[in-house]
């Protein structure tokens, strides 16, 4: 008897490792105003780690991302994984709130060059999907996708407009 695959939102739960990094990374960073001297910084962060946490709340899952860094950890605002409506509400940060735009819930957060987005995360299939929109430019949009592939978890990054993409490979560092 085969033994089933677990689903995505459950392998992901923990922590990972960064294996390899594939794509233009260095394009989708100058297209964001990331300086050059930093580009080159951040293009040899392979073995960075992210955990990843989950909480049933009122029935609905919510996913929390954090980046483990050297000196500190920078956690993302956690998400709701319903796609449903929901009233705003606050949360951690003055930044992270969620509300509701056409039937789907956004949530607020900063994103890693310190721009104010709105974030919509999703399950489609047996991937996870975010949709990432400047709040003041809602022209920029970023594509995010997680999917399991073999024993690692690839996080595929896109920016709508010119298609400029990079892969990152995790590798799973344990349990829960």
Same mark, same amino acid.
């Given at each position: 008897?085969?033994?089933?695959?677990?689903?995505?939102?459950?392998?992901?739960?923990?922590?990972?490792?960064?294996?390899?990094?594939?794509?233009?990374?260095?394009?989708?960073?100058?297209?964001?105003?990331?300086?050059?001297?930093?580009?080159?910084?951040?293009?040899?962060?392979?073995? #960075?780690?992210?955990?990843?946490?989950?909480?049933?709340?009122?029935?609905?899952?919510?996913?929390?991302?954090?980046?483990?860094?050297?000196?500190?950890?920078?956690?993302?605002?956690?998400?709701?994984?319903?796609?449903?409506?929901?009233?705003?509400?606050?949360?951690?940060?003055?930044?992270?709130?969620?509300? #509701?735009?056409?039937?789907?819930?956004?949530?607020?957060?900063?994103?890693?060059?310190?721009?104010?987005?709105?974030?919509?995360?999703?399950?489609?299939?047996?991937?996870?999907?975010?949709?990432?929109?400047?709040?003041?430019?809602?022209?920029?949009?970023?594509?995010?996708?997680?999917?399991?592939?073999?024993?690692?978890?690839?996080?595929?990054?896109?920016?709508?407009?010119?298609?400029?993409?990079?892969?990152?490979?995790?590798?799973?560092?344990?349990?829960?």
């Amino acid at each position: 008897m085969a033994v089933a695959e677990p689903r995505l939102t459950d392998y992901i739960i923990g922590t990972m490792k960064l294996t390899r990094r594939e794509g233009d990374y260095d394009a989708f960073l100058a297209l964001r105003g990331v300086p050059y001297p930093v580009r080159l910084v951040l293009q040899n962060l392979v073995g #960075s780690t992210r955990r990843f946490a989950s909480e049933m709340k009122h029935g609905v899952l919510w996913l929390t991302e954090t980046e483990l860094g050297t000196f500190r950890d920078t956690a993302k605002a956690p998400v709701p994984l319903d796609g449903a409506a929901r009233r705003p509400a606050v949360s951690a940060g003055a930044m992270r709130r969620v509300a #509701s735009r056409a039937g789907k819930t956004w949530v607020r957060d900063v994103n890693p060059a310190g721009v104010p987005v709105r974030r919509r995360w999703a399950e489609a299939g047996g991937s996870l999907v975010c949709e990432e929109r400047e709040l003041e430019h809602e022209d920029r949009v970023t594509r995010v996708e997680v999917a399991r592939e073999g024993g690692l978890v690839a996080v595929t990054v896109t920016d709508q407009a010119t298609g400029t993409s990079f892969r990152e490979l995790f590798a799973k560092c344990g349990g829960r």
